[in-house]
Structure formats: structure tokens, C-alpha cells
């Protein structure tokens, strides 16, 4: 099957898989402009009426808004630019000009940088257009992968100075597109630490508009993720574009109206915080934008990213591989543990089901509190008599997998390591550094860093039957400047830092490829599909509240898979906001993510051991379709007041569902309510479960066997009477599950 097309006669490329069509063509003057990116089209036809005529070039009618794939500031065009090069005699302005193209099968990859990838060579075709300014040499190559399965697109570029000079790039974006409109709100996630990827919208209006983060992670402030959607667009009706950034750095994400109502939209590296040199012969890679495409709603804009960061993002074997449910110690003991201490939340959680223990933050070093040791990666006899190796052994023997926390890019000043190599912490010297949760960062842009990481990280998680690794980050970046770099090149700090990241990273998974990584930045602040590339789980948030999570990880799946959001149930008073919520509860919020724990299991009654035994049987038996089903969003936390929120997954079959429905507050006198289904066959009859609780008005009410049809027309019934309604409290929630009869 032909996914792209190259018309010659009229200098045309179509990209089409019946999901949607990308239409490029050349214009006259060389230029490289987008005809059409949305709605599937017809392939085998030109669709040149579509520029505007007459085509006199934008340097005719100053200030046109005429549609680029690569636009660059100077001559005529005075929206925000994709690319912006110096050039030795100081100007930017540059003729980029179409010079030749490829089309390949697959999807090459680009070097250095994570990204998505095709399988089989059948799986994707990808579309290289060079693109040439004769004056200073220069080639861009712009390359776009169309998967043939998924309705998305793969952008990114690749910056070739051929010329005998330095080149300076001072903004090199992913993906620039030009839209014929701005009729459309647009949709980000936005937040802070422990309240992570609130969703966000708001009506585009002309001028600038942005996200972005120069704090040296993509950050909890802005997810390097946006979304347009028509004003009528819901969850599952109507037209959206989704853009996500493979980047763990600054980033950028900005849409800008111009006089004539049309949109930019522009995503890649933030161009505040970079500047690259490109001496003669090199070459710069962009990071990867995808960018997705539907008429049928954010629900189904929401299935192509979980789809191909799920299925051709994450790899290794943990890509396909059921994740393990776990227990960390965290919040259960924070710094203060022994080794007995943590055999026995092993011992209890073995018998309540758990099948991996992570030991966190405090093993290593002197550590005690957070004062001191990032960087000295060997354990702490005081705590540990038998080292990792002799704790991760009697884990082991209990039946249990074992994991560590580490985190790489971090030092102590009270530590080995930068008593050895201060100038390794970033830093100006001469200049006082900002403090930060009392560490500094680690220069991950200097080879030697990366190296001295890899032997010592290497040689700990080689130590012992470590199965799992929780990788930390835990401060955003000040004083930036590398002592490594030259003054000219300080430009490059940030985004070296990234690509330092991604080395280690790509080291460690390559030598150790039975680890399952889960990435963490304080939780959510370095959530993205760059780091889903080598990690395929990550820690959505420091938050645990059940009422919160509704919220965190409600936004999160606007981009990300539920494969990809650990969430654990915790203790209660809450440690984040004291909330008490019920056991269960908690539990049917985790269970829509990676589920874990993250409490003292010594420390549950009875009764709580009895409830959480039954959550790890009912999770196990649905781990499948909550990990790898569909997900669909029914009624969110951020529409209305926000008071209900109901969620399902569903086999790609569509024989087995799991819904999850919450209540926050409960309130007097409520009236009918109906939960509609979604994604389900119509014609099969589903026999309705109800956890953890069957025998109260709503267990009964929905515990029958109904048809597809009818649970997506009428819903589940979660309207009871009113004295049953007054006897639930607050934070209720119920799990329903349906299996076809
Ligand atoms: C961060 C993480 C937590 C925990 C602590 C340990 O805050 O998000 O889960 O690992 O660090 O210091």
C-alpha cells in the first residue's frame, strides 16, 4: 500500500491513509507549503487550486499569509519563524528552495534523539524533502513519516551546513503548521508539582499565544503537548489536531493568529534558551513532533497518541509485557528504614498479592534526609548490612521482584563525588548558585559525566537481581553554563543536558534490557514522550490523592497511554493534601494506570489487608484491557462542576470493559444520573459486574446482562434512590465490569 504520493506534473505530495491526508506542494518559487492537513482526501489528484491566487511569491505582497512548511524571518513573512540561521555576515535571511526528495519505506531514525518507529518496513513510509538556500549552503531536510494504521504523523528536521563557514541556528523548530483558519480553542495540560496536567482551554485570538518551559525539564508548568479543537469538538464528535513534542527539554509550543485570521502553530526546542553552531560539514537534528489528526472527537485524537507511544514509542521488553504491580517505601518510611524494616513490607506485601518491592530514595551514601549523597551510588551498610545485592536477594526469595530508585543527573555538595569533581555540578563560577531541595545538578552535557554515570550505574544495577529502576529528577535547572563548552557555544547547555539524558539512558537500557525504567521528576515534571521512548512507565505524580489523581491523570491521558501512568495507592490522611478518602476508592483510581502502592504495609489493619488482597486479584485479572484497552473518557473532571467523573477501557476486541465512576462530594436529594458507555458493539450482550460492592441499590440496579446498544444509549445507572444516595458519603466511586455473553 502507497502512502505517499508524488505528483511530478504538478509537484505535489500527498500522504493519505484513510485516517487523513497531508498535502504538501512546491510552489513556484521553490518554497514548500502545506495544501491541506486534516480530513482523509482522494490521492491521484492536484489540489494546487487550493493556493491562493495569484501566487506571487510572498516577497510580492508583503505580509501574505502564505502557508510554509519551513518559513524564515526577513523577507516578507512576518509570522513567527521555523527556522532562523546566521549566516557569517550576520543576516538571516534565506531562500530555502525545494532541491530533491526520497520516499522511503519504514521510518529511519534520527541520531541521538528518541523517537517513534516502525516495526516492518510495511508498517510506515516516510517522505524526506530537502530544501536548499544556494547563498550560504545550507540544506534542510524535512522529513514526514505517515504510519499506515495510525492517524498520525511523524515531523521532524534535519539542519546541513554544506557550506565552508559556521552556521548559528537560533531556532530550529519541529513542525511548523500552517493552518487556513483559527477557529479553534486550544487544549494543553498545565499544572504545578503534585497537580500535574490540568487540562486547559481556551479560545485562540489573534496574536501569540504559548507554552513552553526553560527549566531545563519539559516540566509540570507545560506539557509539551497542545491540541486545537473546533468549539463544538467534544470527546467524540468533531474535528481535532494534536501535536506532541519527543522532548524531555525546553520546549516550545506556540500558535500565532495573523492579520488575516490564519494560524501558525509551532513546536519544537524553545528558541529563548538555545543557539547551536553548525560548522561546515555538520549537521543539526531536530526532535520529533507527532502530530495527529481526527474528526471524530478528542477521545479519538487521544487513541492515536496511546497508540503509537504505547505500541512504537516505548520499547524493550517491557513494551508488551504485563507491568508489574508494586509496592515502594516511600511514603511509607521515607528516609528511615533498616534492612529488616523493608523485609517485612516485602513479607506482607508478597502475601497481599504485590509482585515487585521498590526500594526509594535513602539507600545509598549517608543519606538520612535530603541534605546529602546524590552521586555516591553504593549503598549504605549502616542500613544495609548485605548491600543491595544481599537485600534484593531475600526479596527475591520471597517470591517478590526488586527495584531501586537512583537519580543520575543529581549531586549533593555534601557528597564523594563533588568533593572529586565540583566543576561537575553546574554552576557559574564566581556566582552564587540557587538553592534547590539542597542538590545540584550534574553537567549531563559533558561526555566524562555521562561516562563516570554509566560505569557506576552499571556496576549497582549489575550488583543483583535488580529488575526495576525508578529514575529521578528532582530539580529544574538554574545558573546554566557548561564548563565543558566554549563561550560561543553556551547556547548548546540545554539542549546537550538532553541529549547527555538520552545517552545514559540509551546506555543503561541497552546493557540491562530486562529493567523495566519508570521515569520521575518530582513525579510529573519530565512526563513526556521523549522519556517514554526509553522508559515506558513514568511516575504521574507526587500526589496520590484519589480526588487529585481523578484530575492528573484524567489531562495525562489526553496524550499518554494508561501503560504510562504509574498510580499508587497510598495512605490516607492523604500525604499531600490530608484527604481521607475510602480504601476502595483510591483503589478504582489507580487502577486506570500502572497500579502500585506506595505505604507501609506493616502498618494496614486487617481489614485493610483483606480490601487491598482483593484489589490486587481484581487488577490481575483485568491488568490486560486496563493496560493495553482502548480508553475512553465519559464525563471529566474539569467539565461542569466537576463533581463526577467516569472512565472505561475496552479490549481491542471489545468483549471486555472496565468503567470506572467517581463521585467527589455526595449531595442531598440527587437526581436520575446515567452513565453512558462508549466504544462498545452494540449488538453484544454484556454481563454487567459491579466492584468492590454488588448488594447495594446500584450493584443491583446493573448487575444484568445488557446489550452494546443500550449501556451506550442509556448508560449505567448510578442515579439511586434517595435514601440509598444519602448512606454513600463522599469520595464514592464504583469499578463495573462487562464481559459479552
Ligand atoms: C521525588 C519522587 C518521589 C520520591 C522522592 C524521593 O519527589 O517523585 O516519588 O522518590 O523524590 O526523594
Known sequence: MTLIEWREENRQFHLANGHLSYILAVHENGALGPLHVGAPLATGRSYRHLIPRPFGGFSNRLGDPVALECPTPGSGDYRVPGLVVEQPDGSTVLELAYRGHRIVAGKPPIPGLPATYAETDDEAETLEIDLADERSDLVVSLSYTIFRDVAAIARSARIRNDGSQPLRLTTAMSLVLDLPDADWDVVHLAGAWAREHHVRSRRLEHGRQSISSNRGTSSAAHNPFLALRRTSTTE???????????????FLAEVEVEPYGTARLRVGIDPETFAWILEPGAQFATPEAVVAWTGDGLGSMSDAFHRLFRERLARGVWRDRPRPVLVNNWE??????????????ATVARDLGIELFVLDDGWFGKRDDDTTSLGDWFVDRRKLPGGIDGLARRITELGLRFGLWIEPEMVSERSELFSAHPDWAIGIPGRPGTEGRQQRVLDMGRPEVVDHLE???????GSGPITYVKWDMNRWITEPWSAGLPPDRQGEFFHRYVLGVYELYRRLTTTFPDVLFESCASGGERFDAGMLAFAPQAWTSDDTDAVERLKIQWGTSMAYPLSSMGAHVSAVPNHQVGRITPLATRAAVAFFGVFGYELDTTALSEAERSGIRDQIAFYRDHRDVLQRGRFVRLRGPFDGDGNTTAWMCVSDDRRQAVIGCYRVLNRPAPGPDRIRLRGLDPRREYRVSV?????????????????????????????VGRHEAAGQGDFWSRVFVLEAV
Open 332 to 345: 511509607g518510611t521515607y528516609f528511615d528504614f533498616d534492612e529488616d524494616r523493608l523485609v517485612a513490607i
Open 691 to 719: 466492584w468492590p460492592v454488588a448488594d447495594d441499590a446500584v450493584g443491583r440496579a446493573n448487575t444484568i446482562v445488557r446489550s452494546g446498544d443500550d449501556l451506550e444509549a442509556i448508560g449505567l445507572l448510578i442515579d
Open 455 to 461: 560505569r557506576v550505574l552499571a556496576e549497582l544495577l
Open 236 to 250: 467524540d464528535h468533531g474535528e481535532a489536531i494534536g501535536v506532541a513534542l519527543v522532548y524531555s527539554g525546553n
